[in-house]
């Protein structure tokens, strides 16, 4: 089964169209901060999240709540894409139903396979992964060029060194993220 999760108005073919809102006419209408989600466990093989998990995590604990859904629904080597606005960029910060910045670098933290090697080397990551009861293995990762950065750098007139100064430095650079995590659970769990 493949879920695409706040769907809103774009829904997908051969997905379970899920929203919190009937306005959008989901397939289903299901409230995702509400515990547990109506699928059994490792039951889902795919899942997107287009512009939906900023919504979601006012708090810590409701965050975890949902990746640790998450991780319950999903089989072995299921994949979960990822959109979400880039938290310093306007398209985040104009919406006050943003709740919550999500990274690249934040959803790493959900792998075990990172954590074990934070640990290993006296990082003062958090393991967040350990913590939440999750393991997310992040198999692909984009950031999306927000113009006039993606024509500078498309045309070479600036470094990738220089993109990645102006990416810490200054808002509206990158757009949004997005990542494909794996879902990895032992024979047990799976």
């Not at 398209?91 to 943003?98: E, I, P, S, V």
């Amino acid at each position: 089964m493949r879920l695409n999760l706040g769907c809103g108005y774009n829904k997908r073919e051969g997905f379970v169209n899920v929203d919190s809102s009937p306005h959008c006419a989901p397939d289903l209408i299901h409230d995702l901060e509400e515990f547990p989600w109506p699928w059994a466990d490792s039951s889902i093989d795919e899942i997107l999240m287009v512009h939906v998990l900023e919504h979601l995590g006012a708090t810590t604990e409701v965050y975890f709540s949902v990746l640790r859904e998450l991780y319950r629904i999903c089989r072995h080597d299921a994949r979960i894409t990822i959109v979400v606005p880039h938290p310093r960029h306007d398209d985040f910060l104009h919406d006050a139903t943003h709740v919550r910045a999500v990274t690249l670098e934040g959803l790493s933290m959900f792998s075990r396979k990172n954590c074990e090697e934070w640990i290993a080397a006296g990082r003062a990551n958090t393991p967040l992964a350990f913590i939440a009861g999750v393991d997310f293995d992040m198999v692909e990762s984009e950031v999306v060029l927000d113009e006039p950065w993606k024509r500078k750098y498309d045309l070479k007139a600036i470094s990738r060194a220089e993109l990645l100064v102006a990416i810490k430095q200054h808002n509206n650079v990158v757009k949004e993220n997005r990542a494909v995590l794996r879902v990895v659970k032992e024979a047990a769990q799976a």
